[in-house]
């Protein structure tokens, strides 16, 4: 029913930027919250930025100041800029909607995209 197709991932020099893209298809109403979480080789999937409907962000400390999450709610897509990448940011990156409401049937949930590759190079 809802699907979240990611683009944008590489790879990149370290000081280099990427730009992110998560778009959400399906028989969606709305989604409460976009965002995307990372998980680095041997670490666990943490949180790298979300945003609200109303434009309010979140974002994990190791990111705070490069990175910009924003959002196209007509679209249903979320955008992360990254820049200044380093190798720490070296991840999966991986798009999440949660409270997510469909046309379909009551109630909220949460999804997930497949992941995308990120890998920086020092």
């Known amino acids: 029913q809802v699907s979240l197709v990611e683009s944008g991932g590489g790879l990149v020099q370290a000081g280099g930027s990427l730009r992110l893209s998560c778009a959400a298809s399906?028989?969606?109403?709305?989604?409460?919250?976009m965002g995307w979480y990372r998980q680095g080789p041997g670490h666990q999937r943490e949180l790298v930025a979300i945003?609200?409907?109303?434009?309010?962000?979140k974002y994990g400390d190791s990111v705070k100041g490069r990175f910009t999450l924003s959002r196209d709610n007509a679209k249903n897509t979320a955008y992360l800029q990254m820049n200044s990448l380093k190798p720490e940011d070296t991840a999966v990156y991986y798009c999440?909607?949660?409270?997510?409401?469909?046309?379909?049937?009551?109630?909220?949930?949460?999804?997930w995209g497949q992941g995308t590759r990120v890998t920086v190079s020092s």
């Open positions: 999440n909607a949660d409270g997510v409401v469909v046309t379909s049937r009551y109630g909220k949930y949460v999804y």
């Open positions: 399906g028989s969606i109403f709305s989604i409460d919250v």
């Open positions: 945003i609200t409907t109303g434009g309010t962000t």
